[in-house]
């Protein structure tokens, strides 16, 4: 098989149960940092410093004076076309579900529906304590009218965080277990700008091939499965993803 959108496009039509995970790569387009690049923000910042539940149980003011202006940042940014690429496969139901290690639900502004976070969601507060909920709004209202910028729970008064998983706190168990569930009904798994190292997710493809499923990433960098892939697209994820939709108009034509 040739590393082409044609291919992809021709793998996931052929499939019975198509799935995706996307990681930063998929947002950078965006204009979202990746954490994790040469140039990305955590090389600013120390993430067990701002971003860990250590900070937010110790130092919640520190942890708000990053966390505030990052809410700021994600809102600005807008889906770019690989999530509308995405959203239009799914709305097509070439793709059945739709892992994402993001937080910054530009899959869901994009159109995407259940959408399955497993790092967590800007989309919401919450309490740790007495496990209460707010919405992204009341999270923002709250922090800027606090004097110290700490948002606190209306039921216990105890500080508030964001729906998005800090660094030390587990993965939120009905993601986690939605997500290996998808994996294990699928046959073509396609990752979406994850460099796939970080666990569980980088488990992902392991359960759809040991059951003799397929395998395409899209990526610009390396990951651990590349050898193993059966179709391996590099380069920007929005121009590879926006030919794949046409590679499955122009098959659908000529059928
Ligand atoms: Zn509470």
Request: hydrophobic share 40%; net charge negative.
């Amino acid at each position: 098989m040739d590393d082409s959108p044609e291919a992809l496009a021709q793998l996931l039509s052929d499939a019975e149960h198509a799935i995706a995970l996307t990681g930063a790569g998929m947002s950078t387009e965006s204009g979202i940092p990746d954490f994790r690049s040469a140039e990305g923000m955590w090389q600013r910042f120390d993430p067990m410093e701002v971003a860990s539940l250590q900070t937010f149980l110790r130092k919640p003011e520190r942890f708000w004076q990053f966390h505030r202006p990052r809410i700021d940042m994600l809102s600005a940014v807008a889906p770019n076309p690989a999530h509308e690429a995405i959203a239009e496969l799914q709305r097509r139901r070439v793709l059945h579900s739709l892992v994402t290690q993001n937080i910054d639900r530009l899959h869901s502004r994009a159109g995407s529906t259940d959408v399955i976070e497993v790092h967590g969601s800007l989309s919401r507060g919450e309490c740790l304590q007495c496990q209460a909920m707010t919405t992204l709004e009341e999270l923002v209202v709250k922090a800027d009218g606090a004097a110290d910028g700490v948002p606190r729970c209306d039921a216990c008064g105890f500080q508030l965080k964001s729906g998005v998983v800090m660094f030390g706190e587990s993965l939120p168990a009905a993601e986690i277990s939605a997500a290996y569930e998808a994996a294990e009904r699928a046959d073509v798994i396609l990752v979406v700008g994850s460099s796939l190292q970080v666990a569980p997710v980088s488990e992902l493809p392991s359960i759809v091939r040991r059951r003799g499923g397929k395998l395409a990433i899209l990526t610009e960098g390396d990951t651990p499965y590349d050898s193993v892939a059966d179709v391996r697209l590099r380069g920007k994820a929005a121009v590879q993803l926006v030919e794949t939709v046409a590679a499955l108009d122009a098959s659908q034509q000529r059928n």
